[in-house]
Each structure stands twice: as C-alpha cells, then as structure tokens.
Nanobody, 125 residues
C-alpha cells in the first residue's frame, strides 16, 4: 500500500520559514518524481514545485521561485519543501504527490497517481 505522509506544517508570522517533509512508503521512492502542491480555501490546487527521481533537477512555480526549495533523501524515502520568507498568500494545505519517472515540471495534478493528505500552513501578517 502506497502512503505519502506530510508533516511540518504550522502557523507562523510573515517572513518566517518552515520545512515540510513527505515520508513515502509502498513504492520504489528513487524511481518517482515528487511534487508539492498547495490549495487555499476557495482556490484550485496549485503546483508549487517538483524534483526528479534522482534529485538532479527541480522546478518551481513563479510565485515561490527563490523562496522555496525542494530536496529529497532517497535513502530515507523522504522529500522536503523548505519555505523561506513566507507570505500570507502562501497560506494553504500543502500536499506531496508522486509519479513514476516523469518530468519534475508536470503541473497538472491529475497526472500524479499518488497523494498525501496534506499539512496546513498558515502565515499571518
């Protein structure tokens, strides 16, 4: 059974940092591209960024480029999202997703077969 479990969310002030983790089990993690998405209340799910299965390439949405960074540790089956200089507009539920050997720049959530349940990030001004 495939499981993706996010952690690390919370409530912070604008300008703060958070590091989200996504622990994956039930699949060969090193063969899966990983992505982070977010969804704010009343809005569609939005691509945040992705990382290739080897970790050699990352892609980011323009809204987070230069502030958010994705990394992975294949020996620990975990992908991370380092979020710096957080803004109130970053408030959302953040979810990780996995897809087999795909480009890390796929922004359509329907392309990802595996998802975590998400973790809430709230940024106050």
């Amino acid at each position: 059974q495939v499981q993706l479990v996010e952690s690390g969310g919370g409530s912070v002030q604008a300008g703060a940092s958070l590091r989200l983790s996504c622990a994956v089990s039930g699949l060969t993690f090193s063969r899966y591209t990983m992505a982070w998405f977010r969804q704010a209340p009343g809005k569609e799910r939005e691509f945040v960024g992705g990382i290739t299965w080897s970790g050699d390439r990352t892609y980011y949405a323009d809204s987070v480029k230069g502030r958010f960074f994705i990394s992975r540790e294949n020996d620990k089956n975990t992908v991370f999202l380092q979020m710096n200089s957080l803004k109130p507009e970053d408030t959302a539920v953040y979810s990780c997703a996995a897809d087999y050997l795909r480009s890390a720049g796929i922004q359509n959530p329907s392309e990802y077969p595996y998802w975590g349940r998400g973790t809430q990030v709230t940024v106050s001004s």
